[in-house]
């Protein structure tokens, strides 16, 4: 992630930039789901586990930037992922059904594998062309070691709590 980082140099300080999101809190998310009630957390880890056990190892490379959003009121500005994003995606699929089966709510739409690399504040000067600046980028190829399940707690400085961690497949 140190070379995306180093990449983004350049673009921190530009007019109409996003607010970037620290590298320490990097992540991709594969499933995002709100509050989940207490009572279900054990029944949820515990059925994580055989969704990710069918994960085959995956290889993953940060590679080209977009933005959710219209041109006229960008949102989110991403890198995107090449590799292996198919068995990502797949896997994503595992975990919404995992979920769903649980009672859980989940987003109806389709998973786009990103990394979140800065949000745009509504009603800012804001250059959504910005992220056409990394189009060519290519980041080193990795391993993907684990799939986390983490608990956000919100507040200015928001900090994440590791739950439970599932080794994926090599």
Do not use: I, K, N
């Not at 607010?19 to 515990?46: K, M, N, Q, Y």
């Not at 995107?80 to 709510?105: K, M, N, Q, Y």
């Amino acid at each position: 992630m140190a070379h995306l980082d180093r990449a983004l140099q350049p673009l921190r300080a530009a007019p109409g930039a996003p607010r970037w999101t620290p590298p320490s809190r990097w992540h991709l998310t594969l499933l995002f789901l709100g509050d989940v009630p207490a009572h279900l957390l054990a029944p949820l880890t515990a059925a994580v586990a055989p969704a990710v056990a069918g994960t085959p190892p995956l290889t993953l490379q940060l590679a080209g930037a977009g933005r959710f959003g219209s041109a006229r009121r960008p949102v989110v500005c991403w890198a995107g992922l090449a590799g292996d994003v198919a068995g990502l995606t797949a896997l994503a699929g595992r975990l919404s059904s995992t979920a769903r089966s649980l009672g859980l709510p989940v987003e109806d739409r389709p998973f786009r594998a990103h990394l979140t690399l800065g949000r745009w504040r509504p009603g800012r000067p804001a250059d959504a062309a910005l992220p056409d600046r990394l189009a060519g980028y290519a980041g080193p190829v990795w391993p993907v070691p684990e799939v986390v399940l983490w608990r956000s707690h919100l507040g200015p400085e928001p900090t994440y709590e590791r739950v439970a961690a599932w080794d994926v497949t090599r």
